[in-house]
């Protein structure tokens, strides 16, 4: 009975410091700036980094430049049937939570734990957007064209295609009917996040963000 207690014991205390060296390192690490030089482009492309508290996604122009995102997420996959929206947002996750959690009172502990371990594969998440609104969660800032091809690129990356280069969308999902999930590239863990995979995106194209950050909150204070 003792040696059982001990071992209870070494397994909550292994568990308390392991969660404090998580947290504690994510919040230092998430305050540590990186493209320090970063200035928005006045005459750029404009973009946006959104966050609904927990998961924060990118918002691209539906057509701009040479890029025009419904010829890559065509209408037909989409129950709304329509591709016209002057805004994209794109988030990335674990396959099995974006498409049983579409609210959080569908959370289940299970496939919750599944996610953070690395169980599963991952999902794009795209959303036609007609509106974003403004508030503490939304930050807009224009960055050149290189830049916003950079991010292009990290989104296109992302996917996952079909033998003749084409997305893979996940049938029978979607929250609100603007929205679709296709199949992506990658493996959601603790380390490598929904907002990671932001973080990631914003650090290739040159933009100011953290040195990693597993929350959304440090990705839009970098880029105010």
């Given at each position: 009975m003792r040696k059982l207690l001990r071992v209870l014991?070494?397994?909550?205390?292994s568990i308390v410091?392991?969660?404090?060296?998580?947290?504690?390192?994510?919040?230092?690490?998430?305050?540590?700036?990186?493209?320090?030089?970063f200035q928005p482009d006045a005459d750029g492309v404009e973009v946006a980094v959104v966050s609904n508290g927990i998961h924060a996604s990118l918002v691209l122009p539906g057509r701009v430049l040479d890029i025009?995102?419904?010829?890559?997420?065509p209408a037909e996959h989409f129950p709304i049937g329509r591709s016209d929206a002057p805004m994209v947002m794109f988030g990335w996750g674990s396959r099995e939570f974006y498409l049983n959690t579409p609210t959080w009172d569908d959370f289940d502990l299970m496939t919750g734990v599944e996610a953070i371990i690395g169980v599963g594969g991952s999902a794009l998440h795209v959303t036609y957007v007609w509106g974003l609104g403004e508030g503490d969660r939304v930050v807009r800032f224009r960055v050149s064209e290189e830049a916003y091809r950079q991010l292009v690129a990290h989104i296109l990356d992302t996917m996952a295609v079909d033998a003749d280069g084409n997305p893979m969308p996940i049938p029978g999902y979607s929250y609100l009917g603007t929205d679709a999930f296709f199949e992506a590239e990658g493996r959601y863990t603790l380390f490598a996040t929904c907002n990671e995979w932001v973080r990631r995106?914003?650090?290739?194209?040159?933009?100011?963000?953290?040195?990693w950050s597993p929350f959304p909150a440090p990705l839009l204070d970098h880029l105010r």
């Open positions: 014991l070494w397994l909550t205390a410091v392991l969660t404090g060296g998580y947290f504690g390192t994510a919040f230092g690490l998430a305050h540590v700036p990186i493209n320090r030089d025009d995102w419904s010829e890559t997420f995106g914003l650090a290739g194209a040159g933009i100011r963000t953290s040195l």
